[in-house]
């Protein structure tokens, strides 16, 4: 009896940790890939009459946005110790505005750091940097409910190495 028992906790224990451990599609955006709008319309048109489409129901192309994005530089990179927007950051994201004004989804923005300095310091510079970004946008045209910011400080680098050229690589803001 007692080996039946244990037998069947093993088997809801066992279900339990499935349970735990599936997951959901998660979109770039943040938005639960479930196939379905929470209205329960999922952009397909049935029929042949194609009315539906001219009352203004489009599915979004996700390949278009890709290329327009592959073509537009999505990280803005600081000089060593600051938060200030350079000259080619303000280029690259005046693009990126252009683009982004006719979308609706969240923008997330990520700050980093290179390796210099306190974890702490770090993370409050990578901060900063992402709100300079977010700043700007706002300033120029794009709505603050949409920008969501992050930094990772120096915990995420994408050059390894000791030097100026790896650490100015570091010292960026991406735009996700």
Known sequence: MKNKNL??????????????????????GGEVNSGQSLSGFDGSVSGGSGAAGAQGFEQNEPAVEEEQMADLNSVFYFEF?????????????????DRLRDSVGTIRLEGHADERGTREYNIALGERRAQAVADYMVLNGISRYRIETVSYGEERPLSFGQGESAWSENRRVELK
């Open 7 to 28: 037998q069947m906790l093993g088997v809801v224990f066992s279900a339990v940790l499935l349970a735990a451990c599936s997951s959901t599609d998660v979109e770039e």
């Open 81 to 97: 110790d600051s938060s200030s927007l350079t000259a080619d950051a303000r280029a690259d994201l005046d693009a990126q505005i």
